[in-house]
């Protein structure tokens, strides 16, 4: 399978490291060969080779700062346009894995667009095209039989897309409802154990769970952006981000957080969609609820089903290995359909 990566941060680079170090594993054990063959930066550089290039030399490259580090060879493209090389790739799937732009999914979105077009699959990372334009991407895919999956989207690695896709296809699902970011989830934590919201905060961002304008997670953004992808995924609704109710934690005390826990109560951030839409609030959740027993960064979402009562998956919801893993799931499903 010929890769073009789009993207090559933390995601990206996850994605080499486990097609390096699992080549030979993934091959005995799935018959599937990722062999990528461009890559493209918005200030690092792109490069494309047709014979591939190599994990190992992307990764060596990308350390000293940029791929002008890397190996030249006969044959090797450097190119000045992102979509000038995917159009020209031979190549079976776009791995988009950019940085994320909620308000427009761009340039992210023109990238699938042009993939699509020329007849490759896409698989991404990157929240904003999918909350925006998932139905007008799957049209743009069906045109062209080839596929758009996105499981890195939600809970990185952890399977909530194909749980709520595919091994729950023969159910009707009422209701999804989760902890879908984990800044806020681990701040809360912390509130509980008697930290103040200003020092959880500055915790969460010295180890890295919140950037340093933390506004997207603790706003509730982030989680919202994966509520629409789930409204659309799950229940078929285009939904525009301004017709959700979103409210974070930035107004919980921790007088609010100690009188739940004099109720037998705790605070979560709960990200809920359904067949008449989605929300994203900070809310008290009995102790019994499975919700409620999630600490720390630790992602998880609560499957309502008719058949199966619910079902809570529990799992990380970033990282670069988790989310590389969430890109190669969706190769490997991609390449099983292609080996049927």
Not at 12 to 28: E, F, R, S, V, Y
Not at 204 to 232: C, F, H, M, N, R
Not at 264 to 275: D, M, T, V, W
Request: proline share 3%; with cysteine.
């Amino acid at each position: 399978m010929r890769l073009i990566l789009i993207g090559f941060g933390t995601v990206g680079q996850g994605l080499a490291q486990i097609l390096q170090d699992k080549a030979a594993d993934l091959k005995k054990r799935q018959g599937f060969e990722g062999r990528i063959v461009g890559v493209a930066t918005g200030s690092r550089g792109i490069l494309y080779h047709d014979d591939g290039l190599s994990p190992a030399d992307l990764l060596a490259a990308i350390d000293k700062g940029s791929f002008d580090h890397y190996p030249n060879s006969v044959g090797l493209h450097r190119y000045n346009d992102v979509v000038q090389m995917i159009q020209a790739a031979t190549a079976d799937v776009l791995v988009e894995a950019s940085p994320t732009h909620l308000d427009s999914g761009q340039p992210a979105l023109s990238y699938m667009e042009a993939a699509l077009q020329s007849g490759k699959h896409v698989v991404t990372a990157n929240k904003g095209p999918i909350a925006r334009d998932l139905s007008h991407l799957q049209a743009m895919a069906a045109d062209n039989q080839v596929q758009v999956r996105f499981e890195a989207t939600v809970m990185a690695g952890t399977p909530a897309v194909a749980t709520g896709i595919d091994l729950l296809s023969g159910c009707t699902i009422s209701e999804a409802r989760g902890i879908l970011n984990g800044t806020t989830n681990y701040i809360l934590t912390q509130m509980e154990e008697g930290l103040s919201y200003e020092k959880a905060l500055k915790q969460a961002q010295t180890l890295g769970y919140a950037e340093t304008d933390p506004t997207a997670d603790v706003e509730g953004w982030d989680a919202a952006a994966k509520v629409l992808i789930l409204l659309s995924a799950l229940f078929g609704q285009q939904t525009a981000q301004s017709d959700l109710s979103v409210t974070g934690i930035t107004a919980i005390t921790q007088a609010d957080i100690e009188a739940a826990k004099k109720s037998g109560e705790r605070y979560k951030l709960i990200a809920s969609a359904n067949a008449t839409g989605g929300r994203v609030q900070a809310m008290r959740l009995p102790l019994s609820d499975p919700l409620a027993q999630i600490g720390g960064a630790t992602n998880a979402i609560t499957f309502s089903t008719d058949l199966m009562g619910d079902i809570t998956l529990i799992g990380a919801g970033a990282g670069k290995l988790e989310t590389g893993y969430a890109l190669l799931a969706d190769l490997l499903a991609i390449h099983r359909q292609q080996c049927v």
